[in-house]
């Protein structure tokens, strides 16, 4: 079983956004066959088979043994991925894509789908895959927003001179930098 399955075939999507075809997914995270997983979803083995169905033709679910039972070949079916991600070229661009600086929303969601895209792309049985994530919240005084801005541009900016050049392992860097909603806790709301 992987750990991503990127989806960029609209018929996979199509596969996979039904909802009892999610539950029956979920069911198969390990190896079950159909009158197993009709059981726990209190569905009867033909509606599921026909759903496990679908979805191996999709390329989401494997069949991974087989076993007689009573005369009667039953598959074994696991989930091919522990998590599926939906390409967002499978929506494609809606209008024109217009010219975007590096300070725009469209830029950094532009750089979330080359992320994304990039991490699915990956060879996950390699051996060793060095690679780090990092993730963490910084206050900005709005007086000194563009301060920070220009600094962190600055640094990462001498990063690249510093490792830019043509021999070594190739690393891909990517930084988004956005305004962090706050939730509110519940039952606060504005008395505006």
């Known amino acids: 079983m992987r ?17 009892q075809r999610v539950e029956v997914l979920r069911q198969l995270a390990e190896p079950r066959t159909c009158s197993e ?5 209190g569905q009867t083995p033909q509606r599921v088979y026909y759903h496990v169905k679908r979805l191996v033709e999709a390329g989401l679910v494997d069949q991974v043994a087989e076993r007689k039972v009573r005369g009667v070949h039953e598959g074994i079916y696991q989930a091919g991925a522990r998590s599926y991600w939906l390409s967002p070229r499978l929506v494609g661009r809606i209008g024109l894509r217009k010219a975007r600086d590096e300070l725009s929303l469209g830029y950094l969601l ?6 994304q895209a990039d991490i699915a792309a990956l060879d996950r049985s390699a ?11 910084i206050r900005v005084l709005p007086e000194r927003r563009q301060e920070f801005l220009n600094e962190l541009q600055t640094t990462l900016q001498d990063l690249f001179t510093r490792y ?3 021999e070594g392992d190739a690393f891909k860097l ?6 962090h909603a706050v ?6 709301a504005d008395d505006d």
Not at 110 to 115: H, K, N, P, S, T
């Open 3 to 19: 750990d991503v399955l990127y989806l960029e075939e609209i018929e996979q999507a199509e596969a996979l956004l039904k909802p």
């Open 127 to 137: 051996p060793e895959l060095p690679s780090i994530g990092l993730s963490g919240e």
């Open 183 to 188: 939730p509110q806790p519940e039952g606060e």
């Open 37 to 41: 997983v009709a059981e726990a979803l």
């Open 164 to 166: 830019g050049g043509s």
């Open 110 to 115: 532009d750089l979330m789908e080359q992320v």
């Open 174 to 179: 990517a930084v988004a930098c956005y305004p």
